[in-house]
């Protein structure tokens, strides 16, 4: 089947402190990765995304590389600031159908 | 342009009442979906439709009800509300295969 496991939180961070977020995926086929990331009351953003094997993500700063050999799609940021607290979510979309999966998310809190 | 819209933004129910949750849309985005969020779940999805008159079942269907008549709206119906059924609903469009936009959510509460 389909699935997603993301670190679990919460992170909490200094300002400009390095950044990762683990996220490995279970899928058939060959799916598209992606980094949602849910500011607080507000519903979830599209990050990055990766739609094939060794493709990288990134924006904002933040970056992600599809990694079929250890199906993993980890983000990453070099120096973060306090507006990126938020939570991150992890998903897959199959190949085929329209469904997509989630994971836990992961919450960052970022300190001056 | 306001993308996807959900009303009410909270929403407190009592055990075995109905409601309608409303989502709307002005991308003329054919998929419309239906997630809910609950603590360490991530994302749910409940129902789908990829266009009108179209609906399918997501994972988490039950006690839920959908229709979709209109391109722009895709309600999602709470016949006889349970205390499980409490948690923040969002609804999400598509543009072709895989950019989603989400709405700003409604938090349900079922006493």
């Known amino acids: 089947g389909n699935s997603v496991t993301q670190m679990e939180g919460p992170v909490t961070l200094s300002e400009e402190a390095f950044l990762t977020i683990n996220c490995t995926y279970t899928a058939t086929g060959y799916p598209s990765l992606f980094w949602y990331v849910q500011y607080p009351g507000e519903g979830l953003q599209l990050l990055l995304k990766a739609t094939k094997a060794d493709d990288k993500g990134s924006n904002k700063g933040f970056e992600a590389t599809y990694r079929k050999e250890t199906t993993s799609f980890h983000l990453e940021k070099g120096s973060v600031q306090v507006s990126d607290s938020a939570v991150y979510f992890c998903?897959?979309?199959?190949?085929?159908?329209?469904?997509?999966?989630f994971g836990t998310g992961t919450s960052l809190t970022v300190i001056p | 342009n306001a993308g996807v819209t959900q009303t009410p933004k909270f929403q407190v129910l009592k055990t075995g009442q109905s409601m309608t949750l409303q989502c709307a849309q002005d991308m003329n985005h054919e998929y419309m979906s239906w997630y809910r969020q609950d603590p360490g779940m991530g994302l749910r999805l409940i129902h789908y439709?990829?266009?009108?008159?179209?609906?399918d079942q997501g994972e988490v269907p039950n006690g839920y009800n959908v229709s979709r008549s209109t391109t722009e709206d895709f309600p999602l119906r709470l016949l006889s509300a349970a205390p499980s059924q409490t948690s923040v609903y969002f609804c999400?469009?598509?543009?072709?295969?895989?950019?989603?936009?989400f709405g700003p959510g409604t938090r349900l509460l079922v006493l």
């Open positions: 998903a897959l979309k199959p190949n085929t159908g329209n469904q997509f999966y």
């Open positions: 999400a469009t598509k543009i072709g295969e895989e950019t989603q936009y």
């Open positions: 439709s990829v266009g009108a008159g179209i609906t």
